[in-house]
């Protein structure tokens, strides 16, 4: 294997995994309490911790597909 195949596969590795703990990485930095809601005044106080803690979960999983789409990038390119 090349190197370049092996980073393709530990940036895949590290995006999928991201993605797939996205509940539990939230739940254990508590990072529903950072996130911000702009109608926080119209819901009541558990949708807005559903909306916080969905939102959460959400950036988690973008941020894991950006760092899986450069693995697969260079996996299809170096193939």
């Known amino acids: 294997m090349k190197p370049i195949e ?18 539990t ?6 990072l529903a309490k950072k996130q911000t809601c702009e109608h926080e005044t119209e819901m009541t106080v558990e949708e807005v911790e ?10 988690i999983k973008m941020l894991g597909f950006l760092v ?4 697969i990038a260079l996996l299809i390119i170096f193939r």
């Not at 092996?6 to 509940?23: D, N, R």
């Not at 990485?25 to 508590?30: A, E, G, N, Q, W």
């Not at 899986?68 to 693995?71: F, L």
């Open 50 to 59: 559903e909306y916080k803690f969905t939102k959460a979960v959400f950036n």
């Open 68 to 71: 899986a789409t450069p693995g």
């Open 6 to 23: 092996i980073l393709s596969l530990v940036l895949m590795a590290i995006g999928f995994i991201t993605v797939y703990m996205a509940k």
């Open 25 to 30: 990485i939230v739940r254990k930095f508590d």
